[in-house]
């Protein structure tokens, strides 16, 4: 059974794709297309190349903050950079481009400049992904075609209609990042990245004014996005909607990369009915005359470079 994937953003919770990924290889379903938005974007780039879930895992199984976010010289101003991330992904992608990907692949940026959403499905792939992974402020923009360009999230935290574009014949199964566990406190705040350290220095740390503002800002920014990525489900209603329990988790925090990939492997495993029923051939086929019928416009904020 054929399907097109939507992957969402989410920092480090991205690693919850690869349990996605990998339930969906085992029950049978062909991917056809990706479409991806920030950490979608970058699981997604490394699966349309050719990469197995086992490859990907051990990519991010030695993830360690303090290596992974330092800078280049040459970075764009920024909090941290994407030095061993960066280093990792040209090892596995190097000059590859779109068009020698073995699944249909797409990544998406915003324009600061036009304010538009970019869809990213020419050049070298791994441009693309740097730019749709630019958190604004935290991770360097990237220049190209001589716009500068930040993570698709901004506009776009799991990018359905991209997908629907890719392959409009086919079911969209759109996985977004910002369920928490069922459990979990609601006042509970996480620093949206890891402080190494004892514990004891850790807590005063966390005492100290400039990150008790960190907190507020990365809990203000998370509501912003759970809720633009809810209001995205209702408006364009991917078919599919895979929702791994890892919303407590900060976007940059050290992470089990074990249970990460468990909790994507559950929440798909809860769908698997629905993305059959969805699936069928004819449902495909009701896809397929609606799309002669009444192709959907191109929305215009979508922009197009050259990567």
């Not at 976010?69 to 040209?90: M, N, Q, T, V």
């Not at 929440?267 to 699936?279: D, M, N, S």
Request: proline share 7%; hydrophobic share 45%.
């Amino acid at each position: 059974m054929d399907i097109a994937l939507a992957l969402g953003g989410g920092g480090v919770r991205g690693i919850a794709h690869i349990g996605v990924l990998r339930t969906l290889e085992a029950h049978q379903f062909n991917i056809k297309a990706i479409a991806g938005t920030s950490a979608g974007g970058l699981v997604g780039s490394v699966y349309a190349a050719g990469f197995s879930t086992v490859q990907i895992e051990e990519a991010v199984k030695n993830f360690d903050p303090i290596r992974s976010f330092s800078r280049h010289a040459d970075d764009a101003p920024s909090l941290l950079g994407l030095g061993e991330i960066s280093e990792k992904l040209y090892q596995m992608l190097s000059d590859r481009t779109f068009d020698e990907l073995k699944i249909p692949f797409a990544a998406t940026a915003v324009s600061l400049h036009t304010g538009k959403e970019i869809i990213l499905n020419q050049g070298k792939v791994i441009d693309a992904v740097l730019a749709t992974v630019a958190v604004p402020g935290v991770f360097p923009s990237q220049k190209i075609g001589g716009q500068v360009l930040v993570d698709g999230g901004v506009l776009d935290p799991v990018p359905v209609q991209v997908a629907r574009w890719l392959r409009p014949d086919l079911p969209v199964v759109a996985v977004m990042l910002h369920k928490p566990p069922d459990d979990y406190p609601e006042d509970e705040v996480q620093l949206p990245i890891h402080i190494p350290g004892p514990t004891s220095i850790v807590e005063m740390l966390n005492q100290l004014r400039p990150v008790q503002a960190l907190k507020i800002f990365s809990q203000s920014f998370e509501v912003a996005s759970k809720h633009l990525t809810e209001l995205s489900m209702q408006l364009y209603r991917p078919e599919v909607i895979i929702a791994p329990r890892v919303g407590h988790v900060g976007l940059l925090q050290t992470i089990d990369v074990e249970e990460m990939i468990a909790a994507g492997v559950m929440a798909t495993e809860e769908t698997l009915t629905q993305i059959e029923a969805e699936a069928n051939w004819m449902k495909k086929l009701q896809r397929q005359v609606k799309h002669r019928v009444n192709p959907d416009p191109v929305p215009d904020f979508w922009g197009s470079i050259k990567v």
